[in-house]
Nanobody
Framework: QVQLVEPGGGLVQPGGSLRLSCAAS????????MAWHRHAPGKERELVAR???????YYPDSLKGRFTISRDNAKNTVYLQMNSLKPEDTAVYYC???????????WGQGTQVTVSS
């Protein structure tokens, strides 16, 4: 069973930066489609960033330019660099791994990010 562990959340002031990491227990980062989602109170879960196996990346238009997803295959880790954070970025952030051929999904336990002064 693959586990995704997400340390790195916390409290940050508006305009600040934070980097989240997602460490996989197995060597899946290079062969799975990896993504970050977030879930804020009273809102639906939304996709934040996705990185495909060919290293292409996808961001919703609303987050382009502020968030960057990357991965280190040797460390089996995916990162989310968040810059110019706003209070509306406050949410629980989840790491997600998806294998399109086997339709296999893995989710991390989530990490709280709070943007507040």
């Amino acid at each position: 069973q693959v586990q995704l562990v997400e340390p790195g959340g916390g409290l940050v002031q508006p305009g600040g930066s934070l980097r989240l990491s997602c460490a996989a227990s197995g060597s899946i980062v290079s062969i799975y489609r990896m993504a970050w989602h977030r879930h804020a109170p009273g809102k639906e879960r939304e996709l934040v960033a996705r990185i495909f196996r060919d290293n292409n990346k996808y961001y919703p238009d609303s987050l382009k330019g502020r968030f960057t997803i990357s991965r280190d295959n040797a460390k089996n880790t995916v990162y989310l660099q968040m810059n110019s954070l706003k209070p509306e970025d406050t949410a629980v952030y989840y790491c997600h791994a998806f294998h399109p051929e086997t339709i296999t999904n893995y989710w991390g336990q989530g990490t709280q990010v709070t943007v507040s002064s």
